[in-house]
């Protein structure tokens, strides 16, 4: 089966962070699946970008230990501020972009993993144009969680 993973902050080992779903992919391609990735190369934590691109150029497809990623340059931002939603419509269009034109292989089903809902439309949407199932991750209950957080119940979100 050919899986295809949106989450928006995906990361490998050697990028310091949360790599859930890498961890995952492993675990199903050593039952036989493929599996891509589509995240941001632009470091949620950090605020730094940590992949390199030619001029003109918005993604970069690498595959680390097996797991296939497709990284994609989305616009910098510093704190919670407007930059921040930017960057996540940025990535959700951008996504969208590539596995609908620029894939050389369709999935078999697709996961939309939450952070922000904007990862999980983007999956949404691919499920829809290639016809295939489409499984949403809810991994936190998200504006939910920055309200109990203490962040102002007013959140845009």
């Keep these: 089966m050919n899986i295809w993973i949106f ?4 990361l490998t080992p ?10 995952y992919a492993k675990q199903l391609i ?8 589509f995240a941001s190369s632009f470091h949620y934590a950090s605020h730094q970008e ?29 704190g919670n501020s407007v930059g921040r939603v930017i960057n996540m419509l ?12 620029v894939m050389d292989h369709t999935p078999d089903i697709v996961i939309g993993s939450s952070v922000h809902l904007f990862a999980v439309l983007a999956g949404y949407r691919c499920a829809g144009y290639y016809r295939v199932p489409f499984v949403m991750e809810v991994r936190d209950l ?16």
């Design 7 to 10: 989450n928006h902050h995906a």
């Design 14 to 23: 050697e990028q310091g962070g949360g790599t859930r779903h890498y961890d």
């Design 30 to 37: 050593a039952k036989g699946h493929s599996v891509t990735i």
């Design 50 to 78: 940590f992949k390199t691109y030619p001029a003109g150029g918005y993604y970069l497809r690498e595959n680390f230990n097996g797991v296939d990623f497709v990284w994609i340059k989305t616009r910098p931002y510093k």
């Design 90 to 101: 940025d990535y959700m269009l951008k996504a969208e972009r590539i596995a609908k034109s």
């Design 142 to 157: 998200w504006p939910r969680t920055l309200i109990d957080m203490g962040m102002s119940k007013w959140h845009p979100f």
